[in-house]
């Protein structure tokens, strides 16, 4: 694990920050797994985040708790799309580090069918 990512080892949440049009920064506490080299999470595909990674993938992260309040200091990283097998591969880690919580989230899901999408974050 390179220096950067030591700061999420053992935590729950990292705070994302995408950004607006203008520039401005939206931050959003997420789950995630860091998974060969990168930081890797899944969200709702029509969520406001995604519509900022699609247009702009730089993002900064830093630990929080569930609430978004940083525990750490800020790193910069850029996004990418996650598909196929590296999607289900990470879909499954999620689904082991989060336990119940996480299979509540998926029943929610599944009643509502609305479709998640997963973004890989390498540090910059």
């Given at each position: 694990?390179?220096?950067?990512?030591?700061?999420?080892?053992?935590?729950r949440y990292v705070s994302l920050e995408t950004y607006r049009r203008n520039g401005t920064p939206v931050?959003?506490?997420?789950?995630f797994v860091e998974h060969n080299g990168e930081?890797?999470?899944?969200?709702?595909a029509a969520s406001g985040?995604?519509?900022?990674?699609r247009?702009?993938?730089?993002v900064r992260i830093a630990p929080c708790d569930s609430r978004g309040n940083v525990?750490?200091?800020?790193?910069?990283?850029?996004?990418?799309?996650?598909?196929?097998?590296?999607?289900?591969?990470?879909?499954?880690?999620?689904?082991?580090?989060?336990g119940w919580?996480?299979?509540?989230?998926?029943?929610?899901v599944r009643l509502r069918r609305r479709p998640r999408t997963g973004y890989a974050i390498r540090l910059t």
């Amino acid at each position: 694990m390179s220096n950067k990512l030591n700061q999420f080892d053992g935590r729950r949440y990292v705070s994302l920050e995408t950004y607006r049009r203008n520039g401005t920064p939206v931050r959003t506490p997420v789950w995630f797994v860091e998974h060969n080299g990168e930081l890797k999470f899944y969200t709702m595909a029509a969520s406001g985040k995604v519509t900022r990674l699609r247009r702009d993938p730089r993002v900064r992260i830093a630990p929080c708790d569930s609430r978004g309040n940083v525990k750490g200091g800020w790193v910069e990283g850029t996004t990418r799309s996650l598909e196929g097998q590296e999607a289900r591969q990470v879909h499954a880690m999620l689904n082991r580090k989060y336990g119940w919580q996480r299979g509540l989230i998926n029943l929610l899901v599944r009643l509502r069918r609305r479709p998640r999408t997963g973004y890989a974050i390498r540090l910059t």
